[in-house]
T-cell receptor, first 117, second 111 residues
Framework: EPEVTQTPSHQVTQMGQEVILRCVPI?????FYWYRQILGQKVEFLVS????????KSEIFDDQFSVERPDGSNFTLKIRSTKLEDSAMYFC???????????????FGDGTRLSIL | EDQVTQSPEALRLQEGESSSLNCSYTVSGLRGLFWYRQDPGKGPEFLFT???AGEEKEKERLKATLTKKESFLHITAPKPEDSATYLCAVQSNFGNEKLTFGTGTRLTIIP
């Protein structure tokens, strides 16, 4: 069964450093998402991406964050200058369709655990 | 603002002991309600989508139902492998595609 893959599984970074989290969505999916889950808290939406542009973002997704689909298979999340509070599990998700259609479910990867020191 | 509240936070059941998990929601026009299963250290795994009140979906020992204010995940004769955190999420007609999640119910099935 096709799945969303994320690398690395664990990233340790010094505060203030840039970090890039990578995702390979399911191949025929058109909508891509990033969520995060701080330890012990709920899964929170960060951003959705369709047709090479951001379609929605949350308040968490400030100027320190950016997303990119650099080629036909990868989808990345960059945090420009990491803070201690960015420590969390980051999940990538993808779906076949989105707004305007009977929405197909979002399928999640197993996440990248980001630890900021 | 969309809100999802799940109860109980944690539930321990004996193997074979049926029960239900609750998801109460407030949303500006429900486009879909989703149930996911999450194992420790893993991402959410999709289980069901429900679109309108009265709808039901079943998969093995799980059955999800939906009313205008809440959804239930019924677990019939659970097995230890059903142990996981079960997450409920909603999608609004007035957002784009974002899912708003609850905090989940941590289910433990004791052999």
């Amino acid at each position: 069964e096709p799945e969303v893959t994320q690398t690395p599984s664990h990233q340790v970074t010094q505060m203030g450093q840039e970090v890039i989290l990578r995702c390979v969505p399911i191949s025929n999916h058109l909508y891509f998402y990033w969520y995060r889950q701080i330890l012990g808290q709920k899964v929170e939406f960060l951003v959705s991406f369709y047709n090479n542009e951001i379609s929605e973002k949350s308040e968490i997704f400030d100027d320190q964050f950016s997303v990119e689909r650099p080629d036909g298979s990868n989808f990345t999340l960059k945090i420009r200058s990491t803070k201690l509070e960015d420590s969390a599990m980051y999940f990538c998700a993808s779906s076949e369709s989105g707004r305007g259609s009977r929405n197909q479910p979002q399928h999640f990867g197993d996440g990248t655990r980001l630890s900021i020191l | 603002e969309d809100q999802v509240t799940q109860s109980p936070e944690a539930l321990r059941l004996q193997e074979g002991e049926s029960s239900s998990l609750n998801c109460s929601y407030t949303v500006s026009g429900l486009r879909g309600l989703f149930w996911y299963r999450q194992d420790p250290g893993k991402g959410p795994e999709f289980l069901f989508t429900l679109y309108s009140a009265g709808e039901e979906k079943e998969k093995e020992r799980l059955k999800a139902t939906l009313t205008k204010k809440e959804s239930f995940l019924h677990i019939t004769a659970p097995k230890p492998e059903d142990s996981a955190t079960y997450l409920c999420a909603v999608q609004s007609n007035f957002g784009n595609e974002k899912l708003t999640f609850g905090t989940g119910t941590r289910l433990t099935i004791i052999p």
